[in-house]
T-cell receptor
């Protein structure tokens, strides 16, 4: 099992719909979880961080964490063409090492 | 404020050559990181530093060296370039811990032939 696993996509979502991005991780002791957005040819930028079970909302973005299932997700409501990018899930293991997933390519269809 | 700057933007190296990738930050952040990103892949941590004079290995440190003599600068050294080191290299910072937001530089694209 990969340490941080994401579906590589592309995930195609119509404009205005909800985009759902998923990430699973293998280290049950992981405590901190992040979603970064990366446009093609650019550097990553933080979208959301989440540290405890449940939902965390910020504008159109909601991060969901379920530590029992070792699962973290990102929901993007009212998807816009500007949301088209690669979304990287990052997890900090119990030994304080950060591991990134390979990313999911999201394409918003106008 | 410039944030995190990296030089050069692009470089071609021959096998066996050496070079230093520069990273400078003006955010007064304690933590600095070096990542590599291969095509279609996520980021892999090479080395990181929690403050001047302190560095530690990440996931893929072989073939690289770092130093941190000041808060602002965190250069990455490649001693004997190999084709496997062809990648995009990102420097990042965070204020006071690994648990915080990381701010990334624009990246250096390296091609080893």
């Amino acid at each position: 099992q990969k340490e941080v696993e994401q579906n590589s996509g592309p995930l195609s979502v119509p404009e205005g719909a909800i985009a759902s991005l998923n990430c699973t991780y293998s280290d049950r002791g992981s405590q901190s979880f992040f979603w970064y957005r990366q446009y093609s040819g650019k550097s990553p930028e933080l979208i959301m961080s989440i540290y405890s079970n449940g939902d965390k909302e910020d504008g159109r973005f909601t991060a969901q964490l379920n530590k029992a299932s070792q699962y973290v997700s990102l929901l993007i409501r009212d998807s816009q063409p500007s949301d088209s990018a690669t979304y990287l899930c990052a997890v900090i293991r119990r030994d304080d090492k950060i591991i990134f997933g390979k990313g999911t390519r999201l394409h918003i269809l106008p | 404020n410039a944030g995190v700057t990296q030089t050069p933007k692009f470089r071609i190296l021959k096998i066996g050559q050496s070079m230093t990738l520069q990273c400078t930050q003006d955010m007064n952040h304690n933590y600095m990181y070096w990542y590599r990103q291969d095509p279609g892949m996520g980021l892999k941590l090479i080395y990181y530093s929690v403050g001047a004079g302190i560095t530690d290995k990440g996931e893929v440190p072989n073939g690289y060296n770092v130093s941190r003599s000041t808060t602002e600068d965190f250069p990455l050294r490649l001693e004997l370039a190999a084709p496997s080191q062809t990648s995009v290299y990102f420097c990042a910072t965070s204020e006071a811990s690994l648990q915080e937001t990381q701010y990334f530089g624009p990246g250096t694209r390296l091609l080893v032939l």
